[in-house]
């Protein structure tokens, strides 16, 4: 018995409101967050985690407010992110009420940021967030390379290196998500995952394809993910994270009931 | 109406100890954040929370003379540490190439050993982030109406070694078996985060709010 292995929910937040679904669906039916956020608490989820996809930087206010609601009331950790770029942001997401912020574009353009942001607020609260794509076949070994603003630009860095590297220059979880698989319901780039998760020392969520309860298993058991990430399947009730953790505990994996 | 003051001595995260508080003491308890020594000593109770590296943390005790006010307090009320909170109150930790605690609680701070394998051969990551389970070993009015073995949320790289088995309270499973929970007289601190750790959490919480620090 130990450490269980996390369910993290994943709400994509646009202009203070859950959008689900927006990446794959073209359905942007709203919720309120805080509502949301309480059912995935009382569901038992470990954490959850808050992506802002708002557009215009003018209207990130709004997610500050989601997340000073959603901590007066919610007492599991919180992670965001989508958007954070200077020091200052993080400062002001921890004071609203975030345990975590999630690093994606800032990272890639200044490494240096993780380092000071990791040594300022500490690493129990950085997390870097990945984009991974498949891109190459080189000595005869996949490759996948960093992308950044949500997908659209490649950076041609391997994951792999940037992995290990953002672990050294102190972050202290890494959010790995695939670009191949978001979106498709396939389950999770287990090879991806499974690389990453070997390559560094610290915790890595797997994200990105979920689309049955099994897929969860293989990304813990096959891709030795120490958490996973989902969105859909939570959000269109498909299943709830009892049904998850119940599947979890089946398959003999460490889980907080 | 009672005071609980959580300690600020500069880090930016005391929304969710402050929520958490208020949350049980269903305003029968004044929550104050504040540095401020005469605030400090004039509280019932005191809440330490800890989060970072323990050198920045020691140096914003002693750059605002915290540590003093600290053991000044710490003999007479209620006295509750989280995290950092919990090791600072060491007498030394290996953290940051070496630091001086506050030297309440005989022991030490060392940093969980790496590249062991679980049954499973996989590596054991660190920090140790997540839910895990912890043990009471000591009978104490925190852990009432608590289950044995109850999960809380976890998120560190270090631990306590405590000298005395009667400082342990309880512990916890993770590359080795090391003290999650400590105690000494009026002082009750966790490895763990109760403001974090839902409804066991809560009630440990609510348990501290209604101690008076006997034993």
């Known amino acids: ?257 | 109406m009672p005071k609980i003051v959580v300690l600020d001595y500069g880090s930016s995260n005391l929304r969710s100890v402050t929520k958490a508080l208020e949350t049980v003491a269903e305003s029968k308890h004044e929550v104050i954040v504040s540095d401020d020594p005469k605030i400090i000593l004039g509280a019932d109770k005191i809440v330490f929370p800890g989060q970072g590296a323990i050198g920045q943390c020691m140096k914003n005790l002693r750059e605002k003379n915290l540590d003093d006010i600290i053991r000044e307090c710490i003999n007479n009320k209620p006295f509750l540490g989280i995290c950092l909170g919990l090791q600072s109150l060491m007498d030394y930790s290996d953290e940051d190439g070496g630091v001086k605690g506050l030297g309440l609680i005989p022991g030490s701070v060392i940093r969980f050993e790496e590249n062991i394998k679980d049954h499973d051969n996989n590596k054991f990551k660190i920090p140790s982030m997540g839910w895990n389970e912890v043990f009471q070993t000591k009978k104490h009015p925190l852990w009432r109406g608590i289950d044995d073995g109850s999960r809380f949320y976890f998120v560190h790289s270090y631990y306590v070694k405590i000298e005395n088995n009667a400082n342990i309270a309880g512990s916890t499973d993770y590359i080795c078996r090391y003290t999650s929970a400590a105690c000494r007289d009026n002082i009750f601190a966790t490895q763990f985060h109760p403001e974090k750790s839902q409804q066991a959490g809560l009630t440990l919480l609510k348990n501290f709010i209604e101690w008076n620090g006997d034993n």
């Open chain 1, 1 to 257: 018995m130990g450490l269980a292995k996390r369910i993290i929910p994943c709400l994509d937040i646009d202009n203070g409101r859950v959008v689900k679904g927006v990446k794959f669906l073209n359905i942007r039916d709203a919720g309120d967050p805080v509502e949301i956020a309480k059912r995935y608490d009382a569901q038992g989820a470990d954490e959850i985690a808050f992506l802002d996809i708002t557009a215009s930087s003018d209207n990130r206010d709004t997610l500050v407010e989601v997340v000073e609601k959603v901590a007066s009331q919610v007492f599991i950790p919180l992670t965001v992110g989508g958007g954070i770029r200077k020091l200052s942001d993080i400062k002001r997401m921890l004071k609203a009420g975030a345990d975590k912020v999630s690093i994606n574009t800032a990272a890639v353009n200044n490494p240096n940021f993780v380092r000071e942001a990791s040594k300022k607020f500490g690493s129990q609260c950085i997390v870097v967030a990945i984009d991974a794509k498949r891109s190459s076949i080189k000595n005869n070994k996949i490759c996948w390379e960093v992308f950044t603003h949500g997908g659209r630009n490649n950076t041609n860095i391997d994951t792999i290196t940037w992995a290990k590297r953002m672990a050294n220059f102190g972050a202290g979880e890494i959010l790995l998500t695939s670009m191949d698989k978001d979106g498709t319901k396939d389950g999770f780039d287990i090879e991806l995952t499974k690389n990453v998760s070997e390559a560094v020392n610290i915790p890595v969520i797997a994200s990105g394809g979920v689309g049955k309860l099994d897929h969860l298993v293989d990304g813990i058991i096959l891709g030795k993910a120490s958490a996973v990430l989902a969105a859909s399947i939570f959000h269109f009730g498909e299943y709830t994270i009892v049904d998850a953790k119940k599947i979890l505990r089946e398959r003999n994996i460490e889980v907080r009931i």
